[in-house]
């Protein structure tokens, strides 16, 4: 099949799955503005920032390294999986050895067993999709991610309706739902016959963690950059703040929603794509998929009020505030990621490591100066400068690899358009809606030829 035609139509299966459930997630919104108050909200995401920040640890990274390997024809699958297994357990293990720490951290309330939990179910689940992915079934991974949405909706319900369980509540519907979704993929998929600890080459192994291992400082560091801004306006401005802040991101999460359909099937396609062509191919992919990109923060800036107000409901209506920062820093980390697939494909994760470490201290140094002074926006546009600033990085220095042709006047043009949407939306009461469609409407019309030339080579392709 066509490089091209591959890469759409595995797109195309990704999005049955993810965008399904993603959507079903993204309307569990309204829900959770009228059974949680914004300070139960904040702090339960605080504590899933929490286990994000540990998983990478836990689980040595193997997320990271399971799809690059699993899907090198060259290797044993099954010495990947045992290996990948091998791993996570060995630092869950380890990892448990601090929980009399975790326990000590006030910020967290209580919290550390269901951190502890929500660690080890999403280490599991991560394991097994990610493997079923290399295996490339790629309509079994899509049809767990609808299952798994219909189970954090269905626990969620039972949770915090039922049960009253609150925060507590919040989270164990994620637990046992990554447990569930676990199970599930092992059985059908068959994992148990890539199990083999005798008879197992350990220096596949080997080979996956010296890849790995970078990533996991790289991994925490996006975390930094993606999560730090929760822990400072926790500490400057409480909980209640926070919960605003979880809500604002809702909007945001549409733009990361469509991206990461493409991204999943993009991996596939870079990890694979070996040719004389190289070049051409990551470079048209690169200018519609910025195109498309800018269009759609562009158009939710523009909307930005309304989805609040369909989303949310009471305290957390205020919200739209805090979305068109989070919308420049989302449209950049989209950017950021497809470098980084340069960087994964080549196997540089000393590149990968370097670029987000820079990114994570910029953001705490931006954070530390804005938020008490801007309040929750300072944390917000912290965010956009981080992923900014990295995406200027890696522009750069992934030349070395794969020398993309693109526009640095069109990507200059499209951010001034984004920031003068951002302008209008938080300075004007008033008559804001005209120039802000007018300003859509102009990035719309410098993106549409781009995209639609792009779809038609890559429809035309045979």
């Not at 994000?52 to 997320?63: D, F, K, R, V, Y």
């Not at 010296?210 to 400072?232: G, K, Q």
């Not at 994964?344 to 994570?360: D, F, H, P």
């Amino acid at each position: 099949m066509d490089k091209y035609k591959k890469l759409l139509s595995n797109t195309l299966i990704f999005a049955v799955g993810t965008f399904s459930s993603k959507v079903l997630v993204f309307l569990l919104v309204p829900f959770y503005t009228r059974v949680l108050a914004p300070g139960e909200l904040g702090d339960a995401n605080l504590l899933a920032q929490t286990a994000n920040l540990i998983i990478p640890l836990a689980s040595i990274g193997m997320s990271n390294a399971i799809i690059r390997f699993g899907i090198d024809r060259a290797t044993d699958k099954r010495d990947v999986f045992t290996g990948a297994l091998t791993a996570i357990f060995s630092g869950y293990v380890l990892l448990l050895a601090f929980y009399p720490l975790l326990t000590r951290v006030e910020m967290l309330e209580g919290g550390a067993p269901l951190v502890y939990l929500y660690v080890l179910t999403s280490c599991m689940r991560s394991l097994c999709a990610q493997f079923v992915r290399a295996k490339q079934f790629i309509k079994l991974y899509a049809f767990d991610g609808v299952l798994s949405t219909i189970l954090v909706i269905t626990f969620n319900i039972i949770f915090l309706v039922v049960f009253h369980l609150g925060l507590t509540g919040y989270l164990l519907a994620t637990i046992v739902a990554d447990f569930l979704s676990s199970v599930f993929l092992f059985t059908i998929a068959g994992l148990r016959r890539y199990i083999r600890f005798r008879g197992c080459d350990w220096s596949v192994l080997g080979s996956m963690l010296r890849y790995a291992v970078p990533l996991i400082p790289a991994n925490i560091f996006w975390w930094v950059t993606n999560a730090s801004d929760t822990y400072f306006i926790k500490y400057y401005i409480g909980s209640d703040a926070n919960g605003l802040l979880t809500i604002a991101y809702k909007v945001p999460t549409i733009i990361n929603l469509l991206s990461g359909i493409f991204t999943d099937a993009w991996q596939m396609s870079a990890f694979t794509e070996d040719g004389p062509g190289r070049t051409r191919f990551f470079s048209n992919v690169f200018a519609a998929y910025q195109a498309f990109i800018f269009s759609a923060a562009s158009g939710l800036l523009l909307f930005s009020k309304f989805v609040i107000h369909i989303l949310a409901h009471g305290e957390y209506l205020e919200s739209w505030k805090y979305t068109p920062f989070l919308l420049l820093a989302t449209s950049f980390s989209c950017f950021v990621t497809f470098l980084g697939s340069i960087y994964m494909t080549e196997k540089k994760s000393v590149a990968t490591l370097v670029t987000t470490a820079l990114g994570a201290g910029a953001n705490v140094i931006l954070n530390a100066l804005l938020i008490p002074r801007f309040g929750i926006n300072g944390g917000t546009f912290a965010t956009f400068a981080s992923y900014l600033i990295v995406f200027a990085v890696r522009i750069v220095d992934t030349r070395r690899f794969i020398k993309l042709h693109w526009s640095p006047f069109k990507l200059l043009l499209n951010l001034a358009i984004l920031l003068g949407q951002t302008w209008v939306l938080l300075s004007l009461e008033t008559g804001w809606i005209l120039p802000e469609a007018l300003l859509c409407a102009l990035l719309l019309a410098l993106n549409f030829r781009q995209m639609l030339a792009n779809a038609q080579k890559i429809l035309k392709k045979r």
